[in-house]
């Protein structure tokens, strides 16, 4: 799989909600790491590592809870993954 396939591959897993937290958080720190090192991608960084925030949230609770629910947690987790793909 090509690496830029991974953030699309990642997204649609999310979607059909069959991702567990632990799994996203590899996949996300993974990303980070590959891309970490490339000059001229710095907003890329920044999305995914804002994914990885709304990642950690997304999979707990309480943290959900306070930032509105689930769903609109999870719409920010996906619009950050979304645009990666940019």
């Known amino acids: 799989m090509k690496t830029q ?11 059909k909600g069959s991702l567990s937290g632990d799994d996203m ?3 996300l720190h993974e990303l980070l790491h590959v ?9 890329y960084r920044e999305k995914i590592n804002g994914a990885i925030e ?3 949230i997304y999979f707990s609770p309480q ?13 920010s987790l996906l619009q ?7």
């Open 5 to 15: 396939e991974r953030p699309k591959l990642l997204t649609e897993k999310l979607k």
């Open 25 to 27: 958080a590899r996949e």
């Open 35 to 43: 891309f970490g090192s490339v000059d001229g991608v710095g907003n």
């Open 54 to 56: 709304w990642a950690d």
């Open 63 to 75: 943290k959900s809870d306070r930032h509105g629910g689930r769903e609109i947690v999870r719409a």
């Open 80 to 86: 950050d993954s979304g645009q990666r793909r940019k």
